[in-house]
């Protein structure tokens, strides 16, 4: 299996001028092939290949453009590579062939946003503390792991922070753990980020939330500055290194947390959430961005697949708010602000995300009949409002504490 390996690296002032070429020479490279591509649609041709866009916009385009000599001819191809996949996963996917999410066309690169080169094969030496590039020379780099084995890419990114960071593809073995015989259900809330189905509830650090007002009164700042002046670019760093600090709490979060999860549970299963309909609502929005349900689930399907672990996913239509997770009796749809409720048939008193998460994992691993006679011998007896009559239907039987005159 492959992973990708991220580390912080640390170019000098050189450096960073040529890395700054180097990515706007990629930048000009893609946004005018695309450009090329939609002229081409407009007039009713096929999509050029990628051997035709090399030959037009790296090969003729030199000649012309002495700059583009002056930075790696890899970065370039590798652009036009991207490009070509890009529309290649697009048009699977209108035509059926590509499932999953939704995807877009290719969208033309800003010079604003994030900045990538990609160099592969022996365009690139990793050495043991600097990795060396072709034209732009060794790099300080910081290796906080090791790499796993020999890396196939390295992609060089500069974020809107203005770090700088290298990003190998290597090949990796699953790390086969021993069997802890465990299996857990989690359901994930608003307020409680998860709840297991053991009853463990896990908070969610909520980096946004907490952030809210310095981000807002650095957002006022920078949007009384002049575009484009030296106070203009001062604020704007400075509202990207705080979106940056958010990112990086939550990603450190839920890394964790999966980590945890795959290395002390045997069978992982989660409910599929239409999150990308959820976040539609207005109201929610804002709070269920913060949380980061999808990349948890994607975190936690990869580390499911690196330690040998089991990982599924169920219908996001299965009631499980609504069922009874000791008798499966459904006692119907219940409003958001309802967290606690009894059920009507045993009387069994349910935490709505405990109750949820033990359904979510029953669906995969269905409990045995003497297990569900032991949990319900443990309720106790409460106010009965339904009885069997003989007919096989259910009536309503109203008691009090006291005996009828």
């Not at 580390?7 to 960073?16: A, G, M």
């Not at 990869?302 to 996913?313: D, L, M």
């Not at 009631?319 to 119907?332: E, I, L, N, V, Y």
């Not at 998460?357 to 309720?379: F, G, M, R």
């Amino acid at each position: 299996m492959k992973a990708r390996y991220k580390y912080r690296i640390y170019p000098n002032n050189i450096q960073i001028v040529k890395l700054n070429q180097l990515f706007g020479c990629c930048r000009y490279v893609w946004n005018n092939a695309l450009s090329h591509c939609h002229q081409l649609y407009s007039s009713g041709h096929k999509k050029p290949s990628y051997v035709d866009l090399t030959k037009q916009f790296i090969t003729q385009a030199k000649r012309e453009l002495i700059w583009l000599k002056e930075v790696a001819s890899t970065p370039l191809q590798q652009s036009l590579k991207d490009l070509d996949q890009a529309y290649k996963n697009f048009f699977d996917r209108c035509g059926g062939k590509r499932k999953g999410i939704k995807v877009k066309p290719p969208k033309f690169k800003s010079r604003k946003s994030r900045q990538s080169a990609r160099f592969v094969g022996a365009n690139y030496k990793v050495e043991q503390d600097k990795i060396y590039l072709p034209k732009i020379g060794k790099i300080k780099v910081v290796w906080s792991r090791a790499l796993a084995s020999k890396s196939s890419s390295v992609t060089i990114i500069r974020d809107s922070a203005n770090r700088y960071f290298a990003s190998f593809v290597v090949q990796t073995n699953a790390e086969y753990l021993p069997k802890s015989n465990n299996s857990v259900g989690i359901d994930l809330g608003i307020s409680t980020f998860a709840t297991l189905s053991n009853g463990a509830k896990i908070l969610s650090p909520k980096p946004l939330k907490n952030n809210l007002k310095k981000l807002a009164k650095l957002q006022r700042k920078f949007s009384r500055t002049e575009k484009g002046s030296n106070r203009w670019e001062k604020a704007r760093l400075k509202v990207s290194k705080l979106h940056t600090r958010i990112k990086d709490i939550r990603t450190d979060f839920l890394h964790k947390l999966s980590t945890k999860l795959a290395k002390e549970y045997d069978t992982i299963v989660l409910e599929d959430l239409n999150v990308s309909g959820m976040v539609k609502n207005r109201k929610l929005s804002k709070a269920i961005s913060d949380l980061g349900w999808r990349q948890f689930r994607t975190l936690t399907e990869a580390k499911c697949k690196k330690y040998g672990r089991e990982f599924r996913v169920i219908d996001r239509w299965q009631p499980t708010s609504q069922k009874c997770s000791h008798c499966g009796f459904r006692g119907g749809k219940k409003e958001l602000d309802v967290r606690e409720w009894t059920c009507l048939n045993c009387g069994a008193v349910h935490d709505r995300d405990i109750n949820a998460a033990v359904n979510i994992l029953e669906i995969v691993q269905p409990k045995t009949k003497v297990e569900i006679i032991e949990e319900v011998a443990e309720i106790p007896v409460q106010l009965s409002l339904f009885e069997e009559v003989a007919d096989g239907q259910r009536s309503i039987i109203l008691k009090t504490d006291t005996e009828p005159t």
